[in-house]
């Protein structure tokens, strides 16, 4: 059998506003449907070189843990628990134990009966020609709301009932058209009958990857390989088809240009293109445009800027941002357009090309033909130790003239509020198994096996991600011994 797994996104924490109190005997309870019950109260002491240790106490309600820091007599803050499927007993490690011993599409299936969380788009096959799909993991079903904003605690109301039964998680098994494919999309249409949430990318990865399966009636290695390295855009390719079907140049020739440029553009994302520059670019500056005045300080938070720096410097509404451009740019009508004096689509598009355009010019030079997306969109490999200077010349590697985004096969997601930014979201791993024969599999890692700068393997799959180098997924022991370079024998001790 072989496996592959996309995060499927769905809601799986609730945050309740607790209702907390210290007893006279430094008891901490909450209330609880008209009662006061003890919560659990974990003492952890963390330990400071060079200082005196850190003492959190954590409490613990029927919820969850409280995740927001309180006064010494619980006042001020509304106290939050976080209730999330993560916290809850699961048989996980079991249940890949049955993953990795599964020898059938139908074996694999029920091993995820085990799996928990993260709830992943679980794709499988195996060498007896079946294909499935499944969406495992625990999904909770509540009683009242959908989890999207804190719910009171002490009521009640709002407790998970239960978990959507295995069965009824969204499941594909050998379909007619004969393949199945899946990038973080929606899974569920609306007559699904549960809630999954509404967190998930945008279509078009799936998209393309359907057109490109459509497109051949045979498929084999090298279509796949060419496949995964794909930088189309069917989003870039919907905007500049209407950005091309602007009228006249309005007497800006630059913009006139511009427009030209992308109207003769196929919407592939390649790090050399001038077009793709000026589309990514355009696409912050069209939405901040149209955006800013019915949201004001909270546009760049719907275009994708996360709530804390390094550990959350995204989020997902980025892809809910890029969703709405598209639906909006297709209508010239849209009280979106109106800055003032009514809706106008060309005006709109106009000042954000020239806008966009400024910025290019500032950043790239003033010769459009020398634009490139690579040079705005880049890569550095870096080690934990890379971020300090000097060590980063030692640990670092790039940066790397980058294509593709967040919204082609070639998933080289870059922040949608900000380009300024290096954070980059891209597969360090890609990999091919063929279940007609499993010697001729294929495997891609990204900078290297190693973690060691001396060694040749700490970097040499660098070039190879940006050139397709796949190496060959050994299978049979015959093969790695025959292709050995090292070995490490590991002695027991005895006793």
């Known amino acids: 059998v072989a496996w592959g797994f996309t995060n499927g996104f769905p809601d799986v924490q609730d945050l309740y506003i607790e209702h907390l109190r210290r007893t006279d005997d430094g008891r901490v309870q909450y209330e609880y449907c008209g ?71 139908a074996e694999f299936r029920e091993a995820l009966r085990f799996w928990t969380t993260p709830v992943q788009n679980t794709v499988y096959a195996d060498t007896l020609g079946n294909i499935a799909y499944s969406f495992p993991g625990k999904v909770p079903i509540r009683a009242k709301g959908d989890g999207r904003v804190p719910v009171p605690g002490w009521t009640g109301e709002y407790e998970w009932t239960g978990y959507i039964p295995f069965e009824e998680l969204p499941h594909l098994e050998n379909p007619p058209q004969g393949y199945i494919a899946t990038a973080n999309n929606r899974v569920a249409d609306a007559g699904y009958p549960y809630f999954l949430g509404t967190d998930h990318c945008t279509r078009d990865r799936v998209q393309r990857i359907v057109e490109l399966i459509e497109a051949r009636e045979r498929i084999d290695v090298p279509y796949i390989q060419r496949m995964q390295f794909d930088q189309l855009s069917p989003l870039a390719r919907t905007v500049a088809r209407v950005v091309g079907e602007m009228p006249g140049d309005d007497g800006d020739h630059e913009v006139a240009q511009a427009v ?18 000026v589309y ?44 709405w451009l598209e639906e909006t740019l297709q209508q010239p009508g849209s009280h979106w357009f109106d800055l003032g004096q009514g809706p106008d689509r060309a005006a709109c598009i106009r000042r954000a090309l020239r806008a966009a355009l400024e910025v290019l010019k500032e950043r790239l030079g003033p010769r459009m033909e020398e634009w490139a997306w690579g040079r705005l969109h880049t890569l550095t490999y870096r080690h934990t130790l ?9 640990f670092n590697r790039g940066p790397y003239p980058l294509g593709g985004d967040g919204t082609t096969i070639w998933a080289t997601g870059a922040n949608q509020h900000d380009l300024g930014t290096d954070s980059v979201v891209g597969p360090p791993f890609r990999f091919i198994a063929d279940l007609g024969d499993l010697r001729n599999s294929w495997g891609l890692l990204a900078p290297g096996q190693s973690g060691r700068p001396a060694s040749t393997h700490y970097d040499d799959g660098v070039q190879a991600w940006f050139e397709g180098g796949y190496h060959p997924l050994l299978w049979t022991r015959e093969d790695v011994e025959r292709e050995a370079q090292a070995r490490l024998r590991l002695q027991p001790r005895e006793r």
């Open 35 to 105: 009662e006061w019950l003890d919560a659990q109260v974990i003492r952890e002491e963390l330990r400071v070189k060079g200082g005196q240790p850190v003492i959190e106490e954590v409490i613990v309600t029927r919820h969850g843990p409280i995740i927001n820091s309180l006064a010494a007599d619980l006042a001020g803050e509304q106290p939050l628990a976080l209730r999330w499927t993560a916290l809850e007993p699961d048989r996980i490690v079991e249940g890949m134990l049955h993953m990795a011993q599964a020898r059938s599409c």
């Open 386 to 394: 890379g971020q300090v200077w000097p060590l980063g010349r030692v």
């Open 260 to 277: 030209r440029l992308l109207r003769d553009w196929n919407g592939e994302l390649g790090a050399e293109s001038p077009a793709a520059a």
């Open 280 to 323: 990514q670019v355009f696409l912050r500056e069209i939405s901040s445009l149209l955006l800013a005045p019915h949201l004001g300080d909270l546009t760049i938070r719907y275009m994708g800027q996360g709530p804390t720096p390094v550990l959350m410097e995204s989020s997902i509404f980025a892809h809910r941002s890029l969703e």
